[in-house]
């Protein structure tokens, strides 16, 4: 591990810098958004905006770099994040942020992919889970320290916004001047919709709703902690506690996930995710449960994201893989995009609670789906079949994306090659009896 992270420590640090950046202009947009007084459902849409332009960066940035390179295409969108950065409290119009939260979302998709490609080219195949898991733990590090941050100035003022783009700025000089070579980059045609639905329609039903949830969950945060009455740094506490617990959760459901059936798995923590919400909403007014349920709730979301692709992979051809890859971020980018003005309804219907029904319910939905498929289709796989659990957080692009399923392929490899060994024991035991 530690020879991984002296090859990429330069682009980990970029990525920290990157997170402590968005991290905090999500939580000040939530909080600055109420002090102009824009409604609950107007601050729904300017969230959403950013997965919009996300899903579309995600699809068109692969199409610049081929074009013009990375290291131009890096540049022109950070550029545009630093100064939208800049420009929110500049213009507080609530059209003007949805416009400017879908080309933020577009030109941070954009990094991201510039970012992951790096990362992808820096590493052997045989280390790659392992930068995978660093890079993981850089950008929930940077999210959860970026919480600090925002309470350090008055979100009602310019200053604190400047931090951000200041962030961002300089995270651009370790990952453009220490990275070499620049990576190619060939982007993969994913399955129909149709295809992949019919090869796991419980990855594919999963996933989107769970694109419903993480967008919901990290863009409406601030905004439901302004209408519960929290202050500032009560805000920050219960956004970075999300983004805890989704990193300390990770691994020990990941253990888990190679050790029995993934339906299983994947049932009972949606299950107990849709528990943590209702008591979220019937105690949530008191400060301590609410921390320990958004620990719990970021906690058991973050790893069903990749519980639910992993899972999928079980049902996939190591070929089709990374073709599939296309397919299952586009289904969860659209439920992203949906998720923030449904949960905008919900709170403007029934108040600050509805954060925490809404959420309540994508989890039972997921969970409901899962026992029922479970009644469908009966295991394709043993747990011995499956030990091939890869890390890969909401905000992956194709190229994080693609680069886990490399992982998740190498392993299944590893597990045919010790079967293949066995099956030749078996067989020199019986030839010698």
């Known amino acids: 591990m530690l020879q991984v992270f002296g090859s990429v420590w330069a682009l980990l640090l970029g990525v920290l810098l990157l997170m402590l950046g968005n991290g905090m202009q999500s939580t000040l947009l939530g909080i600055r958004g109420a002090i102009e007084g824009f409604s609950t459902f107007e601050m729904s849409i300017v969230m959403s905006g950013y997965f919009v332009g996300f899903l579309f960066g995600s699809r068109l940035t692969p199409e610049l770099i081929r074009r013009v390179g990375h290291v131009r295409v890096f540049a022109a969108l950070a550029s545009f994040v630093s100064a939208i950065l800049i420009l929110y409290p500049t213009i507080t119009n609530p059209w003007a942020w949805i416009a400017l939260r879908v080309i933020f979302g577009f030109c941070f998709s954009g990094v991201y992919v510039t970012a992951e490609s790096w990362l992808n080219n820096a590493v052997s195949n045989d280390r790659r889970g392992q930068a995978l898991s660093l890079y993981l733990i850089a950008m929930m590090a940077g999210v959860v320290a970026s919480q600090g941050l925002v309470a350090i100035g008055d979100a009602s003022g310019f200053v604190v916004f400047i931090i951000p783009s200041v962030l961002v700025s300089i995270s651009f000089a370790p990952i453009l001047l220490s990275i070499n070579p620049t990576p190619a980059f060939e982007a993969t045609k994913p399955l129909s919709l149709r295809a992949l639905y019919g090869i796991s329609p419980l990855g594919c039903v999963g996933l989107f709703l769970l694109g419903g949830v993480f967008s919901a969950q990290f863009g409406m945060a601030a905004v439901y902690g302004t209408q519960a009455g929290l202050s500032v740094a009560s805000i920050s506490a219960f956004i970075a506690a999300i983004y805890l617990g989704g990193l300390l959760l990770q691994y020990p459901i990941g253990w888990l996930s190679d050790r029995m059936d993934r339906r299983l798995l994947i049932l009972g923590v949606a299950a ?98 899962a026992a029922w498929r479970m009644t469908r289709r009966p295991s394709v796989a043993s747990p011995e079949e499956t030990a091939s659990y890869a890390p890969i957080l909401p905000t992956a692009t194709p190229v994080a994306f693609e680069a886990a399923q490399e992982v998740y392929a190498e392993n299944l490899e590893e597990l045919g090659e010790i079967g293949s060994n066995d099956d030749t024991i078996e067989t020199d035991r019986d030839s010698a009896a």
């Not at 849709?274 to 719990?296: M, P, Q, R, T, Y």
């Not at 790893?303 to 190591?318: F, G, K, R, S, V």
């Not at 923030?340 to 609670?353: D, Q, Y």
């Open 272 to 369: 107990a995710g849709g528990v943590a919400c209702l008591i979220g909403a019937a105690l949530g007014n008191i400060f301590a449960v609410l921390l320990g349920v958004s620990f719990l709730i970021g906690g058991f979301s973050n790893p069903l994201y990749a519980l639910l692709i992993a899972y999928t992979n079980d049902m996939i051809d190591n070929d089709d893989m990374a073709a599939a890859s296309g397919g299952l971020i586009f289904l969860n980018g659209l439920g992203a995009i949906v998720g923030p003005p449904a949960m905008g309804w919900a709170m403007e219907t029934v108040g600050p609670e509805g954060f925490w029904m809404f959420i309540a319910l994508m989890m039972f939905a997921i969970a409901g789906y």
